[in-house]
């Protein structure tokens, strides 16, 4: 089992950056595949980016390819998402989650973090 905490969302204009962190507890976190997801507000969650537990494949939202990047340190057991260019249209809250597969849907995520809230001002 794993619990996750996101952090680092907070207010950003557009066209700037933000980092968001995942900081995961529990002796497995390497094993586990890891994602972002995003839900504005009046939306359905949505997948943003996903990362292989330990061979650094990727894989992003055609919304966010480009200016979106994931990563992890197991060692550290964080997963960050290394956010630029931001635009309004990324405003949502955050979360993370874990999986135990390279996925991009939420029903192959088994934990999440509570979320953390991104507002790019326009």
């Known amino acids: 089992q794993v619990q996750l905490v996101e952090s680092g969302g907070g207010l950003v204009q557009a066209g700037g950056s933000l980092r968001l962190s995942c900081a995961a507890s529990?002796?497995?976190?390497?094993?586990?595949?890891m994602g972002w997801f995003r839900q504005a507000q009046g939306k359905e969650r949505e997948f943003v980016a996903t990362?292989?537990?330990?061979?650094?494949?990727?894989h992003y939202a055609d919304s966010v390819k480009g200016r979106f990047t994931i990563s992890r340190d197991n060692a550290k057991k964080m997963v960050y998402l290394q956010m630029n260019r931001l635009k309004s249209e990324d405003t949502a809250v955050y979360y993370c989650?874990?999986?135990?597969?390279?996925?991009?849907?939420?029903?192959?995520?088994?934990?999440w973090g509570q979320g953390t809230q991104v507002t790019v001002s326009s």
């Open positions: 529990g002796r497995t976190f390497s094993s586990y595949a």
């Open positions: 990362i292989h537990r330990n061979d650094g494949y990727t």
């Open positions: 989650a874990a999986s135990d597969r390279v996925a991009s849907t939420e029903r192959d995520y088994d934990y």
